[in-house]
């Protein structure tokens, strides 16, 4: 496993891209607990300053999530894997144009499902359903199979069964983070710049192969993934870059 690098390019020509859960923060039982260290808000403000705005979050959970996560902070930022986007902290949330509402009945059916499955959470994204067992990790394998069943069952929706940490999203092929980094990097401030884009999982892998196509530079954390030039042990690491990269910026 390569480690990953602790340097970052000048500030004027860098874009950065980060992922939320097992990428800036550590994961917890469920998404509601997870701690978000009042050092890592400054150090993101500090950076985004430092970047003329060229920071987005780019994140399974919804945008109004993240707002919430890294209050008082409203930062460009892309939400449920894609469907959702903002382009500038002044506008709203707009929706991917390949995005579409998946209806009541599946997310009722979905419920159902997890009823024989005690220890399970779903959370209803809207163009996504996330589905967290980190209350009963040996849920998995059985787990999936119902969910690839339940997703074949709609052929209509087009759903894949992502495979996270301890979690599946259900969502439609159509979109995915890599499409929302190309978009902001088609527009100001991102345009022209060399993006960097940090992520952990699956979900994480068009992104990592958007940065790769357009120059830059993609880290993975706790495993190496395709399309990466080096590997975070685990989320405190990206913090501590973070926040020498913040430090420096602060200087500069």
């Known amino acids: 496993m390569r480690n990953a690098a602790f340097d970052l390019p000048s500030p004027d020509r860098t874009a950065l891209f980060l992922d939320v859960d097992g990428t800036m923060i550590d994961f917890a039982v469920t998404p509601s607990e997870v701690v978000v260290p009042d050092r890592l808000v400054d150090d993101i403000a500090t950076i985004e300053r430092a970047l003329g705005g060229a920071l987005a979050v780019v994140s399974g959970r919804t945008t109004l999530d993240i707002d919430h996560l890294f209050q008082p902070l409203r930062l460009r930022s892309s939400g449920v894997h894609g469907a959702e986007i903002r382009y500038d902290p002044l506008m709203a949330v707009t929706t991917a144009p390949t995005a579409h509402l998946l209806p009541t009945r599946l997310w009722q059916g979905l419920e159902d499902i997890l009823s024989a499955f005690p220890?399970?959470?779903?959370?209803?994204?809207?163009?996504?359903?996330?589905?967290?067992?980190?209350?009963?990790?040996?849920?998995?394998?059985?787990?999936?199979?119902?969910?690839?069943?339940?997703?074949?069952?709609?052929?209509?929706?087009?759903?894949?069964?992502?495979?996270?940490?301890?979690?599946f999203d259900i969502k439609g092929g159509c979109f995915n983070k890599g499409a929302a980094i190309d978009d902001f990097l088609t527009r100001s401030p991102f345009a022209g710049r060399a993006p960097i884009f940090i992520g952990d999982d699956w979900t994480d892998e068009s992104g990592f192969a958007a940065v790769e196509r357009a120059g830059g530079v993609a880290y993975s954390v706790g495993t190496e993934r395709p399309n990466v030039?080096?590997?975070?042990?685990?989320?405190?690491?990206?913090?501590?870059?973070?926040?020498?990269?913040?430090?420096?910026?602060?200087?500069s």
Request: a negative charge.
């Open 119 to 167: 220890g399970a959470a779903a959370e209803n994204k809207r163009f996504s359903f996330a589905v967290n067992y980190r209350a009963a990790p040996g849920l998995g394998p059985r787990l999936l199979d119902a969910l690839q069943e339940f997703a074949a069952a709609e052929p209509a929706f087009q759903l894949n069964v992502i495979e996270a940490n301890l979690a």
């Open 229 to 251: 030039s080096g590997v975070f042990p685990n989320p405190a690491m990206v913090r501590e870059w973070l926040g020498r990269a913040a430090a420096e910026m602060a200087l």
